[in-house]
């Protein structure tokens, strides 16, 4: 029983190291910044203020421009001394305390990618192309950076870029990983890879990994939580919580193969008592967790069950009647498996 407790507690504890460790990993997206203030791109459009009224030079510079406060207080100079206006709709809303804008740090992308606006717009790639569902945008909020995929699909689709990583970024290539692979990322990777490329472009394992790599790796290195203790008890406590896991590098019959050729710890002198009613202390319900038969085929009691009386025929219902007198357990095996 104390070794259980140390394992669980060995087991927990990993949880909670790689849990913790997470906040390590970075994603390739731009670090901590100021809040999040909602900009209403719809609102302006709707308006007639095109994508150039705001984003000066976009289609000339590699970088397109922000806003300057001065040209948003062409028209909000007035609009904004509206009392009963929202604040939120206030060009004041967007300043900090130094009265430097702060409408563009959660979609900055990194400083490492090279981009450039006046390439695409010679080669007339609309705004929306790139910048999909702008025009209809109520709140611009992290996380609306412009997607690795998209940028992918588009040069596969075009020929406009070499997909490579080159064409894009400045100190990741295949033979450098990305950052986030040099912090504890052999306990931090599982974490991402289950996430997927929806939550970071970075988690996308597929970007450089052929689709086997996984299971091969898996195959080589035992995982972190398969100590010394592992045998003996948490690792049946892992399967019934994730047992697809176990198939990564488990054959489906490991499990009962590997019981059928060692005993439970539990199983010790005394086990087998006569009210044989230990199989339902662990194996409850029997018929869902399985027969008694994975382990026991070679009992010798099974070999003498009594044969079925003559007016008795397979189709009948035996726990109809004797469903409250049976002297073993009953593990939702069929009777006629032994009762012949």
Request: aromatic fraction near 6%; include cysteine; glycine fraction near 6%.
């Amino acid at each position: 029983m104390t070794r259980l407790y140390i394992g669980f507690a060995l087991m927990l504890l990993s949880l909670v190291v790689v849990a913790a460790s997470c906040r390590f990993a970075s994603t390739l997206l731009p670090s901590a910044g100021p809040a999040p203030r909602p900009f209403n791109h719809a609102a302006h459009l709707e308006r007639g203020i095109d994508c150039m009224t705001c984003h000066e030079g976009a289609e000339r510079d590699a970088k397109a421009g922000m806003p300057a406060v001065d040209t948003c207080m062409i028209c909000h100079e007035e609009l904004d001394q509206d009392p009963k206006k929202p604040p939120e709709q206030k060009v004041a809303w967007f300043l900090d305390e130094t009265g430097r804008p702060q409408w563009s740090w959660f979609t900055r992308q990194s400083e490492e990618i090279r981009f450039s606006h006046q390439a695409h717009a010679a080669a007339k790639v609309a705004c929306l192309v790139c910048h999909e569902g702008i025009d209809k945008n109520t709140g611009l909020v992290p996380g609306m950076l412009q997607r690795m995929d998209s940028c992918v699909a588009c040069h596969a689709a075009t020929a406009r870029g070499k997909n490579e990583c080159s064409t894009c970024h400045t100190v990741i290539d295949r033979d450098r990983p990305p950052p986030n692979h040099l912090r504890m990322w052999d306990k931090l990777h599982g974490r991402c890879a289950r996430e997927g490329s929806i939550r970071a472009t970075a988690n996308d394992c597929a970007m450089c990994h052929q689709p086997d790599a996984c299971t091969l790796c898996h195959q080589t290195r035992m995982p972190a939580d398969h100590h010394g203790a592992w045998r003996h008890h948490p690792h049946g406590f892992a399967a019934r919580l994730d047992r697809a896991r176990c198939g990564t590098c488990h054959a489906s019959d490991y499990c009962v193969r590997c019981h059928h050729e060692t005993a439970p710890r539990s199983h010790t002198a005394g086990w087998n008592a006569p009210a044989s009613r230990h199989c339902f202390s662990c194996h409850l319900p029997l018929q869902t967790s399985g027969s008694c038969f994975v382990c026991h085929k070679t009992t010798p009691g099974h070999d003498l069950a009594p044969l079925m009386p003559g007016w008795h025929n397979p189709g009948m219902n035996c726990r109809s009647c004797h469903g409250t007198s049976l002297k073993h357990p009953d593990n939702g095996d069929r009777c006629t498996a032994c009762h012949r």
